[in-house]
């Protein structure tokens, strides 16, 4: 499969489905998340992009080269750049009330809601577990009218001798790999 027909996948999402998209490295999930959110913005929607392993200004550089006008987004609010760990507790797990609050406000907002989501660098914090829970939390199918993509650096995904993607293919409704996209029943 082409990055184009990836890219086609990636927009032909609809409303609660949960995709898992596993990245060779930033470059190349960037080429991908990015005209996914711009999608969103372009039809009055909402993006969203979450990430603990790139500076944030990196990720605001990077979309602003893509044609995404960060700046007018981000203040309108139809646009959300933060840091995922944002979303952990004192002690380092996951808090399942801000994700939930989070998620919950993001509905609320009228056009398509598009939901970037890299938890990658919790996994290599070994919250695998944590990260796990919360994505079984979600399930294959959301409840909530968004589109989440959860993508992983490839390297995490023989975490756990393989279990990791295991734990992920069960998750989600799609999965997307370097030169695939499949629909997971």
């Known amino acids: 499969m082409e990055r184009s027909d990836i890219l086609r996948a990636l927009q032909n999402l609809a409303p609660q489905d949960h995709t898992v998209l596993f990245y060779s490295d930033i470059a ?9 959110l711009q999608d969103a913005l372009a039809k009055q929607g909402m993006a969203v992009y979450a ?10 550089a990077a979309m602003r080269l893509s044609g995404i006008d960060v700046d007018n987004r981000e203040a309108e ?8 760990r944002a979303f952990t507790t004192a002690d380092g797990g996951l808090d399942d009330l801000k994700i939930d609050q989070a998620l919950a406000d993001y509905a609320t907002h009228a056009g398509p809601i598009r939901i ?10 070994d919250m695998i577990d944590e990260v796990i829970r919360r994505e079984r939390i979600l399930r294959r199918r959301l ?3 968004l ?11 023989s975490a756990r001798e393989g279990e990791f993607l295991i734990d ?3 998750t989600h409704n799609y999965a997307i790999f370097p030169g695939i996209a499949m629909l997971l029943t």
């Open 77 to 84: 609010r139809s646009l959300i750049i933060e840091d995922i």
């Open 51 to 60: 990430t603990g392993h790139e500076p944030l200004d990196e990720v605001r």
């Open 116 to 125: 970037v989501a890299d938890p990658t660098i919790l996994v290599k914090q």
């Open 147 to 157: 589109t989440v993509v959860c993508p992983y650096e490839d390297t995490v995904a």
């Open 143 to 145: 409840e909530l009218p």
């Open 168 to 170: 992920m293919l069960r």
């Open 28 to 36: 190349a999930k960037r080429s991908l998340i990015f005209p996914f």
